[in-house]
Each structure stands twice: as C-alpha cells, then as structure tokens.
C-alpha cells in the first residue's frame, strides 16, 4: 500500500536549519508530482512548497520563498525539504502529500514536528 513517511523535524534555534525527507512506498515516486504541506497550532494545512515528477519545476509559499528548498530524489523514493534560517512562525508540523486530481487518490504522511525556538 502507499506509504509516506516524514523524518528530519526537531528543534532548532531561529536562524538554524533542518532538512526534511519524505520516504515513499507502494508506487511508482517518479509518476507523480509531490508537496510539502504544514500546520501550525490551530490553523489550516497550508501549501509550503510543490516539485514536478522530474525535479525540473518548484513552486514555493511567498513566506518560505528564498529560505525553504524542495528537491526529491526518484531513485531513491524520496522527497526532501532544505529549511534554512528558520523564523518561529515556521513552527508546525509537516506533511508531504501525494496529489491527485482524484481526492481518493491523494496520500498524506504522519507528520513532522518542527519548532524554532530559543
């Protein structure tokens, strides 16, 4: 079955750095485009950043534009998130998602936790 599995998150100081990896199962990684999503403390999922199939186009959110860095890796099944110079305001837990025209066929992770804090 699809699976999607986030590691990487933690707690960093402001102005620090993390990467996140998404692992992927259960289907062919390089058929499909893929996102990062987030949720802060009692707000909605909100769209951080998004990578065709191929790796050859990136969109980003304008509040993690020039800081966050999406990439995937087709060969090994797995999706990535560079975040550098964390704000506090980049403090929720992330998500990599699996889309699809077809919300039945749409597939989430777990989640991650990230914190920026001092």
């Known amino acids: 079955q699809v699976q999607l599995v986030e590691s990487g998150g933690g707690l960093v100081q402001p102005g620090g750095s993390l990467r996140l990896s998404c692992t992927a199962s259960?289907?062919?990684?390089?058929?499909?485009?893929m996102n990062w999503y987030r949720q802060a403390p009692g707000m909605g999922r909100e769209l951080v950043a998004a990578i065709t199939r191929d790796g050859g186009s990136t969109n980003y959110a304008d509040s993690v534009k020039g800081r966050f860095t999406i990439s995937r890796d087709n060969a090994k099944n797995t999706l990535y998130l560079q975040m550098d110079n964390l704000k506090p305001e980049d403090t929720a837990v992330y998500y990599c998602k699996r889309p699809h025209m077809d919300p039945r066929l749409e597939y989430w992770g777990q989640g991650t936790q990230v914190t920026v804090s001092s």
């Open positions: 259960g289907f062919s990684f390089s058929d499909f485009h």
